[in-house]
């Protein structure tokens, strides 16, 4: 069972996601059997930020002086799935996502579960640095994206 702790810093999230905890939740529910470690108890947090805040942690923990859409801070490096197991952080960044700001709530809604699902794979210890691990961190991402929207009528 995955638990996810929803925080938010940024105002504007209520704006698009009214009810963050849910959201974040039911698009876990659809993720793949695999990813839903039904016998064993994944926690991780997530936290709805903006432009400033990603700016100074990409700045502080990865030495770039820009913003990012999406920062993932694994606990571990080698992720070994326990009874109970704590995988890290995931912060994302409303600016970003809400660009354009004419675009539709589905839409918005789709940016933001291809980022949370982009994060988690990397709190999972999957990684772009090298090509051949980008193929197969695009390959388990679409993979669950797949599982996400075949359910994407209950998130909606």
Same mark, same amino acid.
């Given at each position: 069972?995955?638990?996810?702790?929803?925080?938010?810093?940024? %105002?504007?999230?209520? #704006?698009?996601?009214? !009810? =963050? /905890?849910?959201?974040?939740?039911?698009?876990?529910?659809?993720?793949? $059997? @695999?990813?839903?470690?039904?016998?064993?108890?994944?926690?991780?947090?997530?936290?709805?930020?903006?432009?400033?805040?990603? %700016?100074?942690?990409? #700045?502080?923990?990865? !030495? =770039? /002086?820009?913003?990012?859409?999406?920062?993932?801070?694994?606990?571990? $490096? @080698?992720?070994?799935?326990?009874?109970?197991?704590?995988?890290?952080?995931?912060?994302?960044?409303?600016?970003?996502?809400? %660009?354009?700001?004419?675009?539709?709530?589905?839409?918005?809604?789709?940016?933001?579960?291809?980022?949370?699902?982009?994060?988690?794979?990397?709190?999972?210890?999957?990684?772009?640095?090298?090509?051949?691990?980008?193929?197969?961190?695009?390959?388990?991402?679409?993979?669950?994206?797949?599982?996400?929207?075949?359910?994407?009528?209950?998130?909606?």
């Amino acid at each position: 069972m995955i638990s996810v702790n929803v925080f938010s810093e940024e %105002k504007a999230w209520s #704006k698009r996601l009214k !009810n =963050k /905890n849910l959201f974040f939740k039911k698009v876990c529910k659809a993720f793949p $059997k @695999k990813y839903r470690f039904s016998k064993k108890k994944v926690i991780f947090s997530v936290l709805l930020s903006n432009n400033k805040n990603l %700016k100074r942690l990409n #700045k502080n923990f990865r !030495n =770039k /002086n820009k913003t990012t859409d999406i920062l993932s801070f694994p606990l571990n $490096k @080698k992720i070994k799935i326990k009874k109970e197991t704590y995988l890290g952080d995931i912060i994302i960044n409303y600016n970003l996502i809400d %660009k354009p700001k004419s675009q539709d709530l589905k839409l918005f809604k789709k940016k933001v579960i291809k980022l949370f699902i982009h994060g988690f794979i990397h709190l999972l210890g999957f990684n772009h640095v090298k090509n051949k691990d980008y193929v197969k961190m695009l390959k388990e991402e679409n993979l669950i994206y797949k599982s996400v929207k075949s359910k994407i009528n209950q998130i909606e």
